[in-house]
């Protein structure tokens, strides 16, 4: 099917491309992520910037990066894009589902691997620094050494920026560690036993903190801080499927909103787009009522586009 030029350029053409395109994806954070990296690209290419090339850290099977780039294909340059994972199984299914495209197996946070691929214009970070976060461990507890986990996101962000080409966007998706007091007692009620012997579940294999609650007039009800709560939620929908696996060893959330704005501060970054989101709130809804008043369900997303000086 053939477009011309002034379709492809209207913002309706890509509503619609993409409604269809992100039909598939479940996960409605990720769809977001490419949405605004796709008007990026637009925005750059219809100035007449060039190159144009997109680098993804933690590139998992591609289905980011080259979308992305499947999508904006007649970008001059854009086919220099490179996606880095250290799974070489993942590495694999991107070769496999993208031929076209350039792969590498290695270490994101490994400065001297990534000085090799040179500068990009947009460099993704989609959902994989919560990864590095939680990588990081107390060797006697196995919990999260969040000192030290917190320095290795920052080291692994400040090798991404130096990946930027002056005037270059960093794009930036993850878990957000939600406005509020975490230590915030909160009291949750779940909707039916199956969804309380989830619970138990997240309680006892957990990993990267451990989660503390007490139950409340019985065992449907429980009050834990609002931290524990916001892990408990967010890990809710992988229980008692093959993927809480690995989803019980990680934590999304690591940053709270200042945190991140703090940390593009230090790093000379200039905010443009900051979106925080909920992504799954009836799925939420499904397993528990928040019975403490005036408290919802928590915004554990944020989207960022921060531009480096030119
Ligand atoms: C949750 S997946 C996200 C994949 C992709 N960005 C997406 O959103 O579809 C995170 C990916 O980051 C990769 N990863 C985590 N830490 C990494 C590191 N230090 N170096 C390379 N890859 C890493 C993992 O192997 C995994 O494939």
Not at 3 to 19: A, K, L
Not at 55 to 66: A, D, H, S, T, V
Request: aromatic share 10%; hydrophobic share 40%; glycine share 8%.
């Amino acid at each position: 099917m053939g477009y011309n030029s002034q379709v492809i350029e209207s913002g309706e053409f890509w509503d619609f491309y993409w409604e269809v395109r992100l039909q598939a994806l479940e996960d409605l954070g990720k769809a977001e992520a490419i949405r605004a990296v796709s008007d990026l690209i637009r925005t750059r290419a219809q100035r007449g910037d060039q190159p144009l090339r997109l680098l993804e850290l933690g590139c998992g099977e591609g289905q980011i990066i080259g979308t992305l780039v499947e999508a904006h294909a007649q970008v001059r340059s854009i086919n220099a894009s490179i996606g880095v994972d250290y799974s070489a199984r993942a590495i694999e299914a991107c070769r496999r589902t993208y031929p076209g495209m350039k792969f590498i197996c290695g270490d994101f946070t490994d400065r001297s691997l990534l000085a090799e691929l040179g500068q990009f214009e947009i460099v993704l970070l989609v959902n994989a620094l919560h990864e590095v976060f939680s990588s990081v461990h107390i060797p006697e507890s196995g919990e999260v050494d969040v000192p030290s986990a917190k320095r290795q996101v920052e080291k692994a962000l400040e090798g991404a920026v130096e990946r930027l080409a002056p005037g270059g966007t960093l794009a930036l998706f993850d878990g957000l560690e939600p406005a509020g007091d975490p230590q915030e007692v909160l009291r949750i009620r779940f909707r039916d036993g199956q969804a309380r012997r989830r619970f138990e579940i997240f309680t006892q294999e957990y990993r990267p903190f451990r989660p503390r609650f007490r139950e409340v007039d019985g065992p449907t009800c429980v009050e834990l801080s609002r931290r524990d709560f916001t892990r408990y939620i967010t890990k809710s929908i992988f229980l008692g499927k093959q993927l809480w696996q690995t989803e019980r060893l990680e934590s999304y959330q690591y940053y709270n909103e200042g945190e991140f704005r703090e940390a593009a501060a230090r790093l000379g970054l200039t905010l443009f787009h900051v979106r925080t989101l909920t992504a799954n709130y009836e799925k939420w809804r499904g397993e528990v009522e928040i019975e403490t008043s005036g408290v919802d369900f928590p915004e554990e997303h944020i989207l960022i586009l921060a531009n480096k000086g030119s």
